[in-house]
């Protein structure tokens, strides 16, 4: 054995002698497992599930998978005004029809519920609303929603384009967002963040939030897959203590370019095959892996509980199924 080798070999095996976890090995290769807790604690001392349920794209079927959803374990639901996409009305008879059937419950039986403040809530405001209409509208999503407060709550866009239907003069993002910090001041909204921002503008909200002008956002929600990195915003987010959380992670935003190629990519089968697990499995452990959370959508139960357990692998703080230092490279080396 090389000098190096056997230098990283005591390493880790103090690692695990101070960690008290066990080691890993593959071949004459050992690490200690990578440890991922089971939350965030964001910028503004709230704690947010690392792992959510998706709900786009679900149609009519919604109600009855976020129910699958909140059987399976899943507490953290991502949901948003759009209705291009999203259906909040649904997310909120799933989570009534729950606590009246007894099996899971939700805020308004407080006697067999799961607390309120177990569940972590996510919406999102269209930019048709920025501006005047912005308080009105987050009313609403309380109402479809059938709560008294959202977790979570991101400016969706920070303005429209073409696959979001606006009508009318919408104000801007910086209006909505002087809006949803009054919300956050009356408790209405736990946590504030954005999605889909351009770097500029993501640096010009923190600049103005260090000016003491406006809230800091606590989660930036984008794009972020094995062959989409992200990085200048992720970077951003690192230097500003903003929780990244990744969006269509399995590999749902690649177009036009024959089928998913982040599940049937040969890197990603290979580590699968070896590990005895989905390519699914494997994209979602490395992206948590990686520091980022993650909003897998299923509509199938099976996938719908596969995906509940990514972090139930050491009683809730451990991911069931994680990848070596030198897997993790080989999936970051598909894209810089
Ligand atoms: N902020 C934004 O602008 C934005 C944009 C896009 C998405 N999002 C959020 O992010 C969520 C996830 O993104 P997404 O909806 O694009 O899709 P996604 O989660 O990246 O991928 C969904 C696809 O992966 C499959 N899948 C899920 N778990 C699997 C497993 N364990 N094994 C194999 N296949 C599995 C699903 O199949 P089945 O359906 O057959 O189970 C579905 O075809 C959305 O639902 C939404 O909440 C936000």
Not at 35 to 49: E, K, Q, R, S
Not at 68 to 96: C, M, P
Not at 170 to 186: D, I, K, R, S, Y
Request: charged share 20%; net charge negative.
């Amino acid at each position: 054995m090389r000098a190096s080798k056997l230098c990283f070999l005591l390493l880790s095996v103090l690692a695990v002698a101070v960690l008290g976890a066990e080691l890993v090995c593959e071949g004459d290769q050992c690490e200690p497992p990578p440890h991922v807790p089971a939350t965030f604690t964001l910028n503004d001392g709230n704690t947010m599930p690392r792992v959510g349920y998706g709900t786009a794209g679900l149609g009519e079927s919604v109600t009855m998978n976020v129910l699958t959803a909140l059987k399976a374990g899943f507490r953290h639901i991502d949901s948003a005004q759009a209705y291009e996409w999203y259906n909040e009305r649904g997310v909120g008879a799933a989570l009534l029809k729950a606590s009246e059937e007894g099996e899971v419950i939700f805020i308004r039986t407080p006697r067999k519920c799961i607390p309120r403040d177990s569940i972590f809530v996510t919406s999102k405001l269209h930019p048709r609303d920025f501006g005047a209409r912005t308080r009105k509208q987050f009313h609403e999503s309380l109402h479809d929603l059938q709560t008294d407060y959202v977790d979570l709550f991101l400016l969706h866009y920070a303005e429209c384009w073409s696959g979001l239907h606006c009508p009318g003069e919408p104000g801007t993002w910086q209006e909505a967002w002087a809006a949803l910090g009054a919300l956050q001041a009356e408790g209405k909204i736990r946590s504030l963040g954005v999605s889909n921002f351009n770097p500029d503008d993501l640096r010009a909200l923190i600049a103005a939030a260090q000016r003491g002008d406006a809230p800091m956002p606590a989660v930036v929600q984008n794009w972020f897959d094995p062959l989409h990195r992200d990085a200048e915003i992720r970077a951003i987010c690192a230097a500003h203590n903003i929780t990244y959380v990744s969006y269509s992670t399995l590999g749902t935003q690649h177009p036009g370019r024959g089928g998913n190629p982040v599940l049937t990519n040969p890197v990603i089968k290979a580590i699968a095959a070896r590990q005895g697990t989905s390519p699914a499995r494997v994209v979602l452990s490395w992206a948590l892996q990686s520091g980022v959370g993650v909003l897998p959508r299923a509509g199938r139960a099976a996938h719908v509980e596969d995906n509940a357990q990514l972090l139930t692998g050491g009683g809730g703080d451990a991911l069931a199924v994680f990848l070596s230092a030198a897997d993790m490279a080989a999936i970051d080396a598909l894209a810089t």
